[in-house]
């Protein structure tokens, strides 16, 4: 097939060289450029002055500042100068037009300018019906460039159209294509024609791909924004592009991170949609929006819940009964009920039943005997403290509407924990409050019914969140503050304070040791007798916990530590004898002897929530009209108490010998001390009744002895609750002798038998018994009643009036 030469070899010459940084120039061509380095400058002066070409030759790294022979490429394009401009900074600006395509054979210069010996690359053309059919399509397709380029002038489209050259075809459209360096230099070094149009017509149909693309994206965005959302638009078709060429923008990278988040997390089905769903606005919204980071924030926390993540129970019922005695001393009949609820839950595999809720004063161990049921079963622990919360949505949460909107503490706790049945402890469930914003005990209904809790919804997740597996363990101090609802929900477990020897032991078992440890103390370095301790517990600190104890505990360590920092020889050994040196004088003393050692004094006993107390009550006459005055922040029950005792011996003031007018002419004044703390409650009815009793007879009450019950006007003594806690307390106070109402014998069982053992107890059921007790003698006589007899006044009856 015949070969046809457009171009034949010519003897090797010497041609000066221009290194172009990016641009390639092709033979009949033209480019602008600009010329700022001085070798480029003598050159383009020397080859305009003296009508030489010049040889134009890119460079291989772009970034190379001073270029030698190694730095530019061997195949470049002959040149000639047609215009030239100087500009005032001493820069050239020109238009070269390519000539033909040369190879640099050899460098023979560096200065003034490169210069080398040269060799003309013709084109190799073989003309066919292939060739044709190429010249035709890259013709087609680059006038179907053109028309997706509104820039371009119609001028080009008519020139392809005219050029029957396939070879200045070809160096016309790698001219003005949008090609890298790289494919213009390989373009350029290929001479077989019909191979270079092969290249360009592949280069030419991926960039008119990316043109097509470019305007189909600028269609479809185009439907769907404003005219003024410019801005947006460019970002989409950014994203669009990025997309089909396989790059990821930050955004995007986010997105299938938060993907990848969403199938590591195993969710339920309607959660896993709901986080598509949100995802997928996430992936349309701009970063810079304000609610991008509202729904980014609410994915974040679909994807830290545990929705299925939980921990194997491992329930051995030994094991949990050690761990039990290892943490807490004695409370036996709230370990029994633990145990019992283990093995329940060990036999149906799955702990089911009610809440439970440890009730008791402050420092009784409450909150770790939660600790050690988690520790028991090998579960998660977490404490969620509710006490003085006051808004619905810290259970709850907040909707996502509000600004800084978070879910309720029980989601947060989930998250905390990492397991979907952890051992979850609500403490101080009695102080939640209730205002305009809601009712959390009301929110907490819901979470503590394990009817219910399996499709708790959190307002902020607004999705089911399954609470059946979590182990709810309540803490209280008092009872009168917890809805009765709620109440019904729990179990009722109650913690009574500790007496003398319990609190001994406690601190010899637990809290010395720990103290000595916090304090960085060995044991030769510090004693503690049990006298000591026991001197500490009735001098030194006077509640149902013992969380006093400890510090004080801790006061005597560290005194001792501050010794041995001073002394290294120095070793303690606290004793009685020795105790206020490292706590100074005694706080509290036995002052009931000394409080009724007068005449209208009696000791009574009260329940707080900080544990059992003993509380004294004055009585005393003066002149008057009968009126009755009671002071010291009584409540309205406790007030009543006092008139019931009042009438109650008004009506027998014969048996106290007492004139009949002996009420009428006189005030009675009943008063409890304390007076900056309230009191309420029927059961200071006897205390107050021998009072009164003790300042009209003038016998004074017996001082080791403390009394509770309930009185009414026939003088009958009624039941009381909180005996063990009074007792308690009493004991505290050195009280030895208790009067109660007979119908609480069945309590005493529960008071412990080290304090049974060291006081006297005596039932009554009427207040002669407690007078006769109290007094030493009897003073009043009761009177049983009988089916016809009473003791009621009658009243006669006024003959009606006449309406008017």
């Known amino acids: 097939m015949p070969v046809k030469k457009t171009r034949t070899i010519v003897p090797a010459g010497t041609i000066g060289i221009l290194p172009l940084q990016e641009a390639v120039l092709f033979p009949n061509t033209v480019i602008p450029l600009a010329v700022v380095k001085k070798p480029g400058i003598a050159l383009v002066e020397e080859a305009l002055r003296e009508g030489k070409p010049i040889g134009l030759t890119v460079l291989k790294d772009r970034e190379t500042e001073n270029p030698g022979p190694d730095d530019i490429q061997r195949v470049g394009t002959i040149g000639v100068i047609q215009k030239m401009l100087k500009v005032p900074d001493g820069t050239i600006r020109c238009i070269v037009a390519g000539q033909s395509v040369f190879h640099i054979e050899q460098f023979l210069q560096r200065e003034p300018y490169m210069t080398a010996a040269y060799t003309e690359l013709p084109d190799v053309t073989v003309e066919n019906e292939e060739l044709v059919a190429m010249q035709r399509n890259l013709g087609l397709l680059f006038q179907k460039l053109l028309s997706y380029l509104p820039q371009a002038p119609r001028e080009m489209e008519m020139e392809v159209q005219n050029i029957t050259d396939p070879n200045v075809l070809t160096y016309f459209v790698a001219s003005t294509m949008r090609l890298e360096t790289a494919d213009r230099q390989a373009l350029l070094e290929e001479r077989n024609t019909a191979k270079r149009m092969r290249k360009l017509t592949l280069l030419l149909t991926k960039e008119l791909e990316v043109v097509e693309l470019g305007h189909k994206i600028q269609s479809d965005i185009q439907r769907e924004m404003e005219k003024n959302q410019r801005e947006f638009y460019l970002r989409q078709q950014l994203r669009a592009i990025q997309d089909e060429l396989g790059e990821v923008d930050p955004q995007q990278a986010e997105t299938n991170e938060l993907r990848q988040k969403i199938d590591e997390a195993k969710m339920p089905e309607d959660v896993k949609k709901a986080a598509d769903r949100e995802l997928d606005r996430l992936s349309k919204v701009p970063q810079a929006s304000p609610e991008y980071s509202v729904i980014r924030t609410y994915i974040d926390w679909l994807v830290q819940v545990p929705w299925n993540a939980q921990t194997t129970d491992d329930i051995d019922i030994r094991r949990a009964r050690e761990i039990l005695d ?31 809720c440890f009730v008791g004063p402050p420092g009784v161990g409450k909150t770790s005997l939660g600790q050690s049921i988690a520790r028991a079963m090998g579960r998660k622990f977490v404490r969620v403290s509710v006490g003085g919360v006051r808004d619905e949505a810290e259970i709850r949460g907040h909707r996502r509407t509000y600004i800084g909107a978070m879910p309720g503490t029980i989601i947060r706790a989930m998250r905390d924990t990492g397991t979907k049945n952890p051992v979850m402890m609500i403490d101080e469930i009695d102080k939640v409050g209730s205002d305009y914003r809601g009712d959390p005990q009301s929110a907490l209904l819901e979470v503590l019914d394990p009817e219910q809790n399996s499709t708790f919804r959190d307002h902020y997740l607004d999705l089911p969140f399954d609470l059946s597996q979590v182990l709810f363990v309540c803490t209280a101090n008092s009872l009168d503050t917890i809805s009765p609802p709620l109440r019904d929900r729990m179990e009722i477990i109650q913690l009574s304070g500790y007496t003398e020897l319990e609190k001994l032991q406690i601190a010899k078992r637990y809290l010395v040791k720990k103290q000595r440890l916090a304090n960085g103390l060995k044991e030769t370095q510090s004693q503690i007798s049990d006298g000591a301790l026991r001197s500490i517990i009735n001098d030194y600190t006077r509640e149902a916990g013992v969380r006093n104890l400890e510090r004080e505990i801790g006061t005597v360590f560290r005194k001792i530590a501050r010794k041995i920092v001073e002394n290294a020889r120095y070793k303690a050994r606290v004793k009685p004898e020795n105790l206020a040196d490292f706590l100074s004088k005694p706080r509290f003393f036995n ?135 009074k007792v308690l307390g009493a004991k505290r106070a050195g009280i030895t002798k208790i009067l109660f109402p007979k119908r609480n014998e069945m309590d005493i069982d529960d008071i412990p038998k080290e304090v049974r053992d060291t006081m006297t107890f005596i039932p009554v059921e009427e207040i002669s018994e407690v007078l006769q007790h109290a007094l030493g003698k009897r003073v009043v006589t009761p009177v049983p009643l009988s089916s016809g007899a009473t003791n009621v006044v009658p009243i006669r009856r006024r003959p009606s009036a006449r309406r008017r």
């Not at 009920?337 to 439970?356: D, F, S």
């Not at 009671?630 to 027998?652: I, P």
């Open 591 to 725: 002052e009931a002897k000394k409080r009724v050692a007068s005449v209208g004094v009696s000791t009574g006993m009260v329940w707080t929530s900080v544990g059992g107390d003993i509380v004294f009550i004055e009585a005393t006459a003066m002149p008057g009209t009968g009126k009755l005055v009671l002071t010291g922040q009584l409540g309205d029950v406790m007030k009543e108490s006092g008139q019931a005792a009042v009438s109650f011996l008004r009506s027998r003031s014969s048996e106290l010998g007492l004139a009949d007018d002996y009420f009428a002419k006189h005030d009675i004044h009943i008063h409890v001390p304390a007076g900056a703390t309230p009191k309420d409650g029927p059961s200071a009815g006897i205390t107050m009744a021998t009072a009164i009793a003790s300042m009209l007879t003038g016998i004074k009450v017996d001082p080791n002895l403390a009394m509770t019950g309930e009185i009414t006007l026939t003088g009958q003594v009624l039941p009381i609750g909180g005996l063990k806690e």
């Open 326 to 356: 290892e943490d807490h001393y004695d409370l036996e009949k709230i370990k029994d009920r633990i145990i019992e609820y283990l093995a329940v839950g060990k036999l149906k595999n799955r702990l089911t039943g009610p809440i439970l």
